[in-house]
């Protein structure tokens, strides 16, 4: 961002200090100069998010994200090219193994202070239609939590209600809250060879339960293939949080209502 103007420069170095101070006045009214400069501030906002998401810079997160809103960025925007891209660019760093568990929690932290911000601009229109309900966590004896988080922000970003069960998920919880929610999908994710074991387990649960056929079921993880899904009885193991979410949006329009399938 060096080759910015020098006023827009001078003004975003003082917006990070208001928003790291948490001076939300203050970063209103820089928000206000940056824009009356008539700079494009869109793409270095955007940028700017996903870079204090992935550096774990909470305060400044929150910052930016308000000045986003004021610079007249649409919310799912913010979410998916500034906020969860910077998850996305730590989670590369992880693999990499360039970051590691504390790095990825604290951004995860940032992330969602981010989205706090957003939520109330992100609510659904009065009298439109139910989102559909998708039930997500890792499972039992897992307790890495980045990847289903990343699924969980990018779903909910495509206008799905997500009942986030956290990791370490017993089994029984999964069936549980697809019961008490009725369900459109269960999401489960697992990091660990010794852990997707479970995945089966919930699958026949929901066979046992007589809810097998009311309920898409996702799988995915580091270790979780295609032809793993397959022969656990799943629908699908997408390839990243992004197609889940696409997967997803695609399969409910072959999918029978909540109604139907409920009751």
């Not at 917006?15 to 008539?38: I, M, N, P, R, W």
């Not at 601009?121 to 559909?132: D, N, S, T």
């Not at 309900?133 to 890792?138: D, E, Q």
Request: aromatic content about 6%.
């Amino acid at each position: 961002m060096d080759d910015l103007p020098e006023e827009v420069q001078e003004l975003m170095e003082a917006l990070d200090e208001a928003a790291e101070d948490e001076e939300e006045d203050e970063v209103e009214e820089l928000a206000q100069k940056l824009l009356d400069t008539g700079f494009d501030m869109k793409p270095v906002t955007l940028e700017k998010l996903a870079l204090l998401v992935m550096d774990g810079e909470e305060e400044m997160t929150v910052g930016w994200t308000q000045a986003a809103l004021k610079f007249g960025l649409d919310p799912f925007e913010i979410l998916l090219k500034g906020l969860a891209e910077g998850m996305s660019l730590i989670g590369k760093k992880y693999e990499n193994g360039e970051a590691f568990v504390p790095q990825l929690l604290i951004a995860s932290t940032a992330m969602y202070s981010g989205m706090d911000i957003i939520a109330p601009f992100m609510k659904q229109e009065e009298g439109a239609a139910k989102p559909a309900t998708v039930v997500i966590g890792t499972v039992e004896g897992d307790v890495h939590d980045i990847g289903k988080s990343l699924v969980k922000t990018l779903l909910s970003a495509n206008g799905f209600n997500c009942v986030d069960l956290g990791n370490d998920v017993p089994s029984t919880q999964f069936i549980e809250a697809a019961k008490e929610s009725k369900a459109t999908a269960v999401s489960m994710s697992t990091l660990m060879t010794t852990t997707m074991a479970e995945m089966p387990k919930v699958v026949k649960m929901l066979e046992d339960e007589g809810i097998r056929d009311k309920v898409l079921v996702m799988v995915g993880g580091a270790p979780i293939t295609t032809q793993y899904a397959a022969e656990i009885g799943a629908d699908v193991s997408p390839d990243d949080a992004a197609s889940a979410a696409s997967w997803l949006k695609g399969a409910i329009f072959d999918f029978p209502p909540e109604a139907e399938r409920w009751g």
